[in-house]
């Protein structure tokens, strides 16, 4: 194939990923209530999952300290036109969201070609666990990265005389900000994968810099946290690392 018969190629590619996001989007559109109600506000309340998991497991371990006090966090919009663009950028967020299956199958679909048959059994199955590792780090950063960052920001008072006000713009900005941005880093171990099935890296390789990368995953989590605070850069930074050590397990060793 030519270069403009690829370009056309990957123009097919992305219209059809667009496709697929614009219907989930209107979908997800016409779904306000349920959406914004169960989904996107369900952490600035006690009656969120994470909240009731420590109090049973308070309880557990007859342990009263860890379980959460009520928590109820007021939501203010200041500007004309935040909620309508807050919903439609929710609506797009949550489209791409869904839509990533589709579009590492349609992106592998467009490079498969171009592969001999060893490189293509190498990344077939990488491409399948980038999927699911990106929908698990969209789940971790839901119900474990978002909740604990916003209840912890949300009541931090530097004195009883300044009340927070949190606005509706940073609060969604930190939501769709902290839940890609966690579907992503959870890719790490796909791309060690594929990058040691190539030959590129091996596992010898990480695990000789892993200091080096603990220090790295540290500023890639401070520069990547929204609020730039310690509490959100250890809640981002302790997942990073622990994606690290799981990129040396699923990395082939070279010299065996």
Known sequence: MTFWEHLDELRKVLFRSAIVIIVLMVVIFLNKNFVFDK???????????LYKWFGALSVLLSYPAIAPEPF????????LSAQFFTHV???????????VPFILYQLWNFVKPGLYEKEKRAINKAFGFAGILFFIGVLVGYFFVFPLTVRFLGTYQVSDWVVNQISLKSYISMFTWLILIMGIVFEMP???SILSRMGIINKSFLKKYRKHAFVFLIILAAVITPSGDAFTLFVVGAPLYLLYEFSIVVSRDIDK
Not at 42 to 49: E, Q, R
Not at 90 to 99: C, E, G, K, V, Y
């Open 190 to 192: 796909a791309l060690a």
């Open 72 to 79: 109820h966090l007021n939501l203010i919009n200041i500007e």
């Open 39 to 49: 989904i996107i506000f369900a952490p600035i309340d006690s009656d969120f999952i």
């Open 89 to 99: 950028n929710i609506s797009m967020t949550l489209a791409f969201i869904l839509s």
